[in-house]
């Protein structure tokens, strides 16, 4: 509904990059060249990655503490919406939010008119668990002029009842701020386990997913790359991006195309085919 | 527990091959021959494809009717029931079960003791709605010398809920008689999204998945073929096989390794940590 090509036709952008831990004011100036080119790119909506301002890898509660920030007001949240709002763009990037006491790895979303919300990552991975509290705002979805928006980070892939929930909600387009690693006895050379638990999911609920991951190694860990724009058939639309270095994806999306598509045949619907009855 | 290699540890095989519709005879007398040859190689657990004694694109219903039985009391259960006891392993097949008056898309669990139970499909695909009666007897899981056996049957795999009810009911490996045809859209020379949803299903469960496919075109029905054996971290143990041929799959499970799989690090568990707090 942005653009000269019709009602849910736009292109979303997702930048793949390496943030540096700590460098707030550096990774933010990336972050705009980045955003920048995207929507000079024509992309319309722009998918950012896990903790982009702020880097992942952290040592202790006092230094993510200084990297976090209440949502929107605070440095990092403040110069994302700015920059969206700017550029007339809607924007979804991963943040270290300050919020009751706590530090959450939250997402915002940003449209031309400013803030529009936020998303608190609910799965926890790893040594998140001793830095993070777990997401409080379970899973929601914003109606925007670009379709109806959900957000998922990373480990929150692993979980089909992510997808299920967003879409039950609603959902046309899932953004997913993420910063993979490696997995246990993942063969580097095959399709990545990420990239594989994504176009599942894509197919499974009918959804455009839109995977912005990072790269590089922060402090010992390596992460993974393979961003990925994926229709709501499953198949990728743009990617899976390189696996260590920067790269942002564009890609067309329709999101007047989805209901064609989970109506697979005749017959099939693969949200009215589910079997309520019977899961638990 | 029935080999020398260790408690939990044998050989599954998937019997990829192409049934002839109309052909019961003749296609148990195939299904004899792969399924002894499976043993002979020192499969513990075969299974074979959705439909695999009948072919799979009827006419009427009076076509599937002759074709069909009671199960474990009709020929085709009884020769599959007697083939798995007389070699002492356990066998898995698709199979049309007449009951109730109707026709099932059905599965059934024989081993070395006799029959052990039975599954009937429970999401119908495309024509399929209009001969076959929707599964109403769940998704058991049997408890067997082997583990804890579930079982689905091709669409079934389409809905991650058919793989959490299972494993939530205690299964370790799954077995899948299929016949997969191409999806819309997919491009025939990369993965089949069959093959994306189960290893996403494998890994994001912590299960085994034994997915015996068919061959050939009936009628004008392709089938696809690629019939896959999936560890519980989801990668393959064995296939995918040919898309065209028949080819025996045979991979040796450790089901002993499971929950060493699900618990992916010092902090992550791929069922404890789920937010049922927040699905819906």
């Known amino acids: 509904m942005t653009s000269d090509r019709g009602p849910g036709r736009y292109k979303v952008a997702c930048v793949q990059f390496a943030p540096v831990i700590g ?12 955003v920048r080119a995207a929507h000079a790119a024509g992309a319309s909506l722009v998918v950012l990655p896990e903790l982009a301002p702020s880097g992942y890898v952290f040592e202790s509660d006092e230094e993510l503490a200084a990297l976090a920030g209440p949502v929107p007001e605070g440095k990092a949240a ?3 919406v700015a920059l969206a709002m700017e550029l007339g763009i809607h924007l979804v990037s991963g943040i270290a939010e300050a919020a009751n006491g706590r530090v959450y790895n939250a997402a915002l979303l940003a449209g031309p008119g400013g803030f529009i919300g936020g998303y608190r990552k ?31 980070v ?84 743009a990617g899976p991006a390189h696996r260590s270095e920067p790269e942002t994806l564009i890609a067309e999306v329709d999101i007047g195309a989805i209901e064609r598509v989970r109506q697979i045949n005749a017959h099939n619907h693969v949200h009215a085919d589910r079997r309520r009855d019977v899961y638990r």
Chains 1, 2 share one sequence.
């Open 154 to 237: 990373c480990y929150d892939g692993w979980f089909p009842e992510t997808f299920r929930t967003l879409a039950d909600a609603g959902a046309e387009i899932v953004c997913v701020p993420t910063n993979w690693v490696p997995m246990p006895s993942q063969d580097p050379d095959t399709e990545a386990m990420a990239n594989t638990l994504h176009k599942a999911a894509a197919h499974s609920n009918g959804l455009y997913i839109a995977c912005a991951d990072r790269v590089g190694v922060e402090r010992g860990q390596p992460f993974i790359g393979q961003s990925l724009i994926l229709g709501p058939n499953g198949w990728p639309l």
């Open 23 to 34: 460098d707030l004011d550096g990774n933010l100036a990336t972050i705009a060249t980045k």
């Open 122 to 152: 609910l799965h926890l991975w790893d040594r998140e668990t001793l830095f993070f509290a777990p997401g409080d705002l379970g899973l929601p979805v914003y109606d925007t002029p670009l379709g109806k928006i959900g957000i998922a």
């Open 78 to 80: 403040a110069f994302l």
